[in-house]
């Protein structure tokens, strides 16, 4: 039985910049980071196409996995001051941090958008399927990846270890906060962890904080909201997804009228044809989807040559904001317009939106049910966290939306011809707020 949860005979320790050091003692999670699944995420960036605004984006899944797990390490000796957890649940805990970003797949949610896929069941899927990281996993017991794969779902019994890896105030969002601030140069999104996990304490649903430490919670809402808006939906970084997700969309329509390529993109093909299995999917990861966008710069097909240019030397689409009710009703006239000129609306003319709740308190029965922050009074009663902060009552259940509309105004201004049809163009872009 102890086997099961054998210790190393020697602490190993990485140095990380966020964290000072990142602790492994459980020989299960040492053989969990050397499981090549998870080494794939040393090949895929945190942030997407972000390094493209912020060159010290570079950081990886890698290190952000690393992260949560030393967090969630903190968060269960926290609980085992107030409560026992038996040794297989401080495992299954400890796993599902280290896990819980596993089937990312390169540039993240811009490459799933395109695909229509999700990472939640990709991860589910290496974590139960034929991987290293199964048969790691079952050395503590056949149904023990079950159990983790069920608290990265959020269908795990233990309602409080889920809400320790996904919830409002958790430790995948305190690890990324504050390492994507780091990497990015920003300082929104410092706040003070040290303090949180002082006052948090454990409750059967999930962990509740102290109420002499509501302003420390406040900041991390706050610091949240400012990253949101001034590093994760930066209009650079929105530029590069658009120009990245049509450089796919074009490869694969491409492929769909049967276009021959110079370079064939073989590790697409499962991909473009809907029958990617997981061996298929753990083989991308950004150095391949690189390669081919470097290749493709020399393709014959014009649009997507073009796109590919643009990413691989930063030479992106402009932007202006966009007004929803006046974009109805200019539309059709950009889009004909767009297409006299020789430039594919579908490629050269994208509305991105994006849009943020930072904080919200219960709402049953929606789709997507918050659970709220609590504190904790003196008294022992549970208070919402927005009926006591007014600084995050402000805020919440507030959703934010920017709408923005992306074109390649260097190409228009570049026309020695449609001089008429160009001045069209702009004019109708400037009515949109540019």
């Known amino acids: 039985m102890a086997s099961r949860f054998k210790k190393l005979d020697e602490e190993k320790v990485f140095k990380d910049p966020v964290h000072r050091y990142i602790h492994v003692r459980d020989e299960l999670i040492w053989k969990l980071i050397g499981a090549s699944e998870f080494q794939r995420l040393r090949r895929i960036r945190q942030l997407g196409t972000t390094y493209l605004t912020f060159h010290g984006a570079e950081h990886t899944r890698f290190n952000h996995s690393l992260g949560v797990y030393e967090i969630m390490k903190r968060m ?19 796993s599902a941090a280290l896990l819980h970003d596993v089937g990312h797949g390169p540039f993240s949610h811009s490459f799933e958008k395109v695909f229509h896929m999700d990472h939640e069941q990709w991860t589910k899927e290496i974590i139960l399927g034929d991987t290293e990281i199964n048969d790691v996993l079952r050395t503590v ?5 079950k159990k983790v794969a069920d608290v990265i779902a959020k269908t795990y019994p233990n309602k409080l ?38 006052v948090m304490r454990p409750t059967e649903d999930q962990a509740v904080f102290k109420q002499s430490g509501m302003h420390a ?5 706050m610091s949240r909201y400012q ?6 939906f930066h209009p650079v970084t929105r530029s590069a997804e658009v120009i990245l997700s049509k450089i796919l969309h074009r490869a694969k329509d491409l492929y769909e009228k049967g276009y021959t390529f110079k370079d064939e993109p073989k590790h697409f093909y499962s991909l473009f044809s809907g029958s990617i299995t997981l061996r298929d999917y753990l083989r991308l990861d950004e150095s391949v989807i690189l390669y081919y966008f470097q290749e493709w710069q020399d393709e014959e097909d014009e649009i997507l040559r073009d796109l590919c240019v643009r990413y691989m ?6 932007y202006v904001e966009c007004d929803p009710s006046q974009q109805m009703k ?28 930072p904080y919200d308190f219960y709402r049953p029965g929606e789709e997507e049910e918050r659970l709220p922050i609590h504190l904790l009074k003196p008294s022992g009663e549970l208070r919402e966290l927005s009926r006591e902060s007014d600084v995050v009552e402000a805020i919440s259940g507030k959703k934010r939306t920017d709408h923005k509309l992306y074109f390649p105004k260097d190409l228009l201004e570049d026309f020695r011809t449609f001089e008429d049809e160009k001045k069209q163009i702009l004019t109708l872009l400037m009515t949109q707020g540019g």
Request: proline share 3%.
């Open 313 to 318: 030397n930063r030479r992106l689409f402009k």
């Open 217 to 221: 919670v406040e900041d991390y809402i």
């Open 330 to 357: 200019i539309w059709p006239e950009l889009m004909q317009l767009f297409s006299k000129v020789g430039l594919d609306p579908a490629y050269y003319l994208v509305i991105d939106s994006s849009s943020d709740l």
């Open 161 to 198: 270890v889920v809400s320790l890896i996904s919830s409002q105030i958790d430790a995948d969002r305190m690890d990324y906060l504050q390492r994507d601030a780091f990497y990015t140069g920003v300082s929104y999104g410092h706040f003070d962890m040290e303090r949180i996990l002082r």
């Open 76 to 94: 269960v000796e926290i609980i085992e001051e107030k409560e026992t957890l038996d040794e297989e649940e401080r495992l299954v805990c400890l």
């Open 227 to 232: 990253m949101y808006w001034q590093v994760y």
């Open 141 to 145: 017991s056949n149904e023990f990846p």
